[in-house]
């Protein structure tokens, strides 16, 4: 009989892997068939996520969550309308800019290579720098190629974009009205055990985590901006903003993003290059020491060996999305099963509402 039980318990450890990759398999092509409009559901969903928490603020005025919800969207576009007029002219003029200037940077890279090995051959060192060479003209020439290509499709990007903001846009207005509703109708599907749990872990990771992150590139951004314009770094403002918006990889995107913009800065000054990555470096411990800890206190509580797989695999079936949700999503299963196994499931709560229990609101 235990035989038979550690044979049956072999079978299913032994199935289970094989099981995962064909279930991730399969993720990964239905994501690459339907993209785009997962993509626009996602943002969607992470906007209304985090526009829950003004919403409850408006609503303590004694005002119907429907006038709540339209003065958030309001007050959100109106921003979003201010920052496109502003702030997005000159990172698109910062960023066609450094596009032209690459190129220059990396021959002057290759000429200071040149003459470093040169230097080596003079004092007899064995020094072959000729792949190194050929490998920053390669990147010149697929530099050169896709500015060439980019600007030519512009003006057709950015009509895209607009019609995808215009959507997401509409998609969390009518999720912060009717979301509630709709998630109430799949968690019916669902065993009763589960749909407490899942909820709640939902909410606290989508809604906390997002916050967070948020948060803390809004900090790496401010921080970072007059400084490195006091230090005088090329393209400071969007050198500070590709650092704060890599903040919404979680785990490692910070690092990715301050070790872009060195390697951006190395190609034109070793030095400034050294004291931009020491700045970064030291605000980034800052945020993750003393920030990071207070704001997500309540969120993730994954071991760092799951994170990083969750983010590969991520990767792997979604891309950037991927990477951006992989860690919530970890999180809400594992503080779902562990609501499960204490017993303690807490209130049902939609992550789509503010009010405390099932009722729907008369006015919504």
Do not use: C
Not at 129 to 140: K, M, P
Not at 226 to 232: H, K, S
Not at 271 to 290: E, R
Request: hydrophobic fraction near 55%; avoid cysteine.
């Amino acid at each position: 009989m235990r035989r038979s039980a550690s044979l049956q318990r072999l079978l299913i450890y032994g199935l289970s892997g094989p099981m995962i990759a064909l279930n991730v398999w399969l993720l990964s092509v239905f994501f690459n068939y339907f993209k785009h409009p997962i993509t626009i559901l996602s943002i969607a969903a992470i906007l209304a996520f985090l526009l829950n928490y003004p919403v409850k603020f408006f609503k303590r005025a004694r005002i119907s969550h429907t006038q709540a919800v339209i003065t958030v969207l309001f007050i959100t576009l109106t921003l979003f309308v201010v920052l496109g007029v502003t702030l997005v002219p000159m990172l698109i003029d910062q960023s066609i800019q450094l596009l032209e200037k690459i190129p220059n940077w990396l021959a002057a890279s290759r000429s200071n290579l040149e003459q470093f090995e040169n230097l080596a051959k003079q004092r007899r060192l064995p020094l072959d720098l000729s792949v190194v060479s050929n490998q920053i003209n390669a990147n010149i020439q697929n530099v050169v190629q896709q500015f060439a290509s980019g600007a030519v499709g512009f003006a057709g990007t950015l009509l895209t974009g607009l019609i995808n903001f215009v959507l997401v846009f509409v998609l969390a207005f009518y999720m912060l009205l009717y979301g509630d509703r709709v998630w109430y109708g799949l968690v019916n599907l669902l065993p009763e055990k589960l749909r407490a749990p899942l909820t709640r872990s939902l909410r606290l990771n989508f809604q906390n985590f997002f916050l967070s992150q948020l948060l803390l590139g809004l900090f790496m951004v401010v921080s970072l901006t007059p400084i490195f314009l006091v230090m005088r770094v090329p393209f400071a403002l969007l050198f500070a903003i590709l650092i704060g918006i890599s903040e919404l990889i979680p785990f490692i995107g910070s690092t990715l993003g301050i070790g872009l913009v060195t390697m951006l800065v190395l190609l034109q000054n070793w030095w400034l290059a050294v004291q931009v990555a020491l700045v970064a470096i030291l605000l980034q411990q800052i945020k993750d020491n003393l920030l990071g800890p207070k704001l997500l206190s309540d969120a993730i509580g994954l071991n760092p060996i799951w994170i990083f797989v969750a983010i590969l695999m991520g990767f792997e079936i979604a891309g950037l999305l991927g990477t951006m949700v992989a860690v919530p999503i970890a999180g809400t299963i594992k503080g779902t099963f562990d609501a499960i196994r204490s017993r303690n499931p807490g209130d049902f709560v939609s992550p789509f509402t503010i009010t405390n229990d099932l009722s729907v609101d008369d006015d919504r």
